[in-house]
């Protein structure tokens, strides 16, 4: 299982990068940071395009934090569990199931 990250610094201004990347690196999860975008402006269909699923947690202009991942989700906490409080987008987590058992991606 490949897992990558990248702190895009606006998912909207490096789509097109990331389209490629992720074409030509075929990683089961991306976890993406500083997004910048609320979640209903994500550009999720070209990556769902590509067999992703997307979790996000959104925030205009500051922060923002995506996961992508070819296996479905099992579960998505878009912010520090446990804190209430938290807004800001800066914390997702997800699990996946695999083979071996649950994988948890934060």
Known sequence: MRVATWNVNSIKQR??????????????????QETKCVDEAFPR????????????HGQKTFNGVAILSKLPFDEVTPQLPGDNAD????????????????????
């Open 87 to 106: 807004d800001h987008a800066r914390f997702i987590e997800a699990q996946v199931s695999v083979e071996s058992g649950v994988l948890r991606v934060a």
């Open 45 to 56: 269909e070209p990556l769902e395009a590509l067999g992703y699923n997307v979790a996000i």
């Open 15 to 32: 789509l097109d990068n990331l389209v490629a990347w992720l074409g030509a690196r075929q990683p089961d999860i991306v976890c993406l």
